[in-house]
């Protein structure tokens, strides 16, 4: 019998690093997400089904300059397009509690397959009555793969936002 789990979006966080001016991390957030899994089994994952969402007018930077440039069209365009969403396609065992999440991840008007570690953290019944599932997701995408290709380079030749983006989430589900 099929099981869901929908997204703790209070439990969970969806970061981003990338480097600036070669020299240093920054570190973003995106406040507002939703997703869902769909699972064959309750207690066996990769079997599951993936769905994500992200707002992109909710990224945080920590530096609200930044962030109103990172909601335009010189990067997201948050305006014409409000979400970044991912679809799994399939899910490969790696391990003990270690997979590799296949799907495909749309930024703007670009779809693009790409793969996810996954650390399955395990399950829970809260102090609540809700079961819960926790895992945490990184991988690592080129910004100009997905039409995020403004560029900027300084005086000295250090280009200042890297090409590489680091994201990390750690994403907590509830059984419906």
């Given at each position: 019998m099929a099981t869901t789990w929908k997204l703790d979006p209070t439990h969970s966080e969806v970061a981003f690093k990338v480097k600036h001016l070669v020299i240093t991390t920054v570190t973003g957030y995106f406040r507002s997400f939703d997703g869902t899994v769909v699972t064959e089994d309750e207690t066996d994952f990769t079997t599951g089904k993936v769905s994500f969402s992200i707002d992109t007018s909710s990224i945080d930077t920590n530096q609200s300059q930044r962030d109103e440039h990172l909601k335009s069209a010189d990067f997201f365009n948050a305006a014409q397009y409000?979400?970044?969403?991912?679809?799994?396609?399939?899910i490969e065992e790696k391990?003990?509690?270690a997979f590799l999440l296949h799907g495909n991840l749309t930024v703007g008007n670009v779809t693009k397959p790409i793969a996810f570690n996954v650390e399955f953290g395990g399950t829970v019944m809260d102090p609540y009555g809700n079961f819960k599932a926790g895992f945490e997701v990184s991988g690592k995408i080129s910004r100009?793969?997905?039409g995020l290709t403004w560029s900027a380079v300084t005086e000295a030749g250090a280009v200042v936002v890297s090409d590489d983006v680091k994201i990390q989430a750690s994403v907590q589900f509830v059984k419906q």
């Open positions: 409000p979400q970044i969403t991912f679809t799994s396609t399939s391990g003990s509690d100009k793969e997905f």
